[in-house]
């Protein structure tokens, strides 16, 4: 089982769409979450940390469900701007020190 | 402006040249690390330092060296790249001693082993 598991995709939706992607981590012990975004060919930044109350950042829902061992992307209203590749980030602490372990990522492309 | 820079943005070269990618980050941070990115493959990484002269392996070392000898930079050194190694690598930085935090990543390095 890989340690950090996204649908690739890619999810293809309209303009104004409301999209949601999973992710499921293995490792019970992590603590912290991230969701990165990757536009093509570019580097990967942070677009948002994942609490485990929830958070939002304008349109843009993230969850987390320790039970479970998912982590939730909602995107509302899409814009042609949101079209990337969105990955899914967790702490993974190993040989005395922590680390992230990235998933292969989920793509998005929104069409008008 | 804060940022991760790498040199070269891409390279082709052959089996058995020695190459180096340079990267650089004008951040003040203490950590750093290298990623390769695959294909249908999260990044993984290769090497990280937590601070000046200390390095250690990550996921993916083997056919791979750095060092770490200014808190800026950290070079990403291949003795002998083979096709294998074709590969995005990316470099990044974290104001954290661990990566457990917000990296900060540089443009990438495209990498063609013919």
């Known amino acids: 089982r890989k340690e950090v598991e996204q649908d690739p995709g890619p999810f293809n939706v309209p303009e104004g769409a409301t999209v949601a992607f999973n992710c499921t981590y293995s490792?019970?012990?992590?603590?912290?979450f991230f969701w990165y975004r990757q536009d093509c060919r570019k580097e990967p930044k942070l677009l948002m940390s994942v609490y485990s109350s929830g958070n939002e950042d304008g349109r843009f829902t993230a969850q987390l469900n320790r039970a479970s061992q998912y982590i939730s992307l909602l995107i509302r209203d899409s814009k042609l701007s949101d079209s990337a590749t969105y990955l899914c980030?967790?702490?993974?602490?190993?040989?005395?020190?922590?680390?992230?372990?990235f998933g292969a990522g989920t793509r998005l492309a929104v069409h008008p | 402006e804060a940022q991760v820079t790498q040199n070269p943005r891409y390279l082709i070269t052959v089996t058995g040249k020695k190459l180096t990618v340079t990267c650089s980050q004008n951040?003040?941070?203490?950590?750093m690390s290298w990623y390769r990115q695959d294909p249908g493959l999260g990044l993984r990484q290769i090497y990280y330092?937590?601070?000046?002269?200390?390095?250690d392996k990550g996921d993916v070392p083997e056919g791979y060296k750095v060092s770490r000898k200014e808190k800026r930079n950290f070079p990403l050194i291949l003795e002998s790249p083979s096709p294998n190694q074709t590969s995005l690598y990316f470099c990044a930085s974290s104001p954290e001693r661990e990566a457990a935090y917000e990296q900060y990543f540089g443009p990438g390095t495209r990498l063609t082993v013919t």
């Open positions: 951040m003040n941070h203490e950590y």
């Open positions: 490792n019970s012990a992590s603590q912290s």
């Open positions: 980030v967790v702490n993974w602490f190993s040989g005395g020190y922590n680390k992230l372990i």
């Open positions: 330092s937590m601070n000046v002269e200390v390095t």
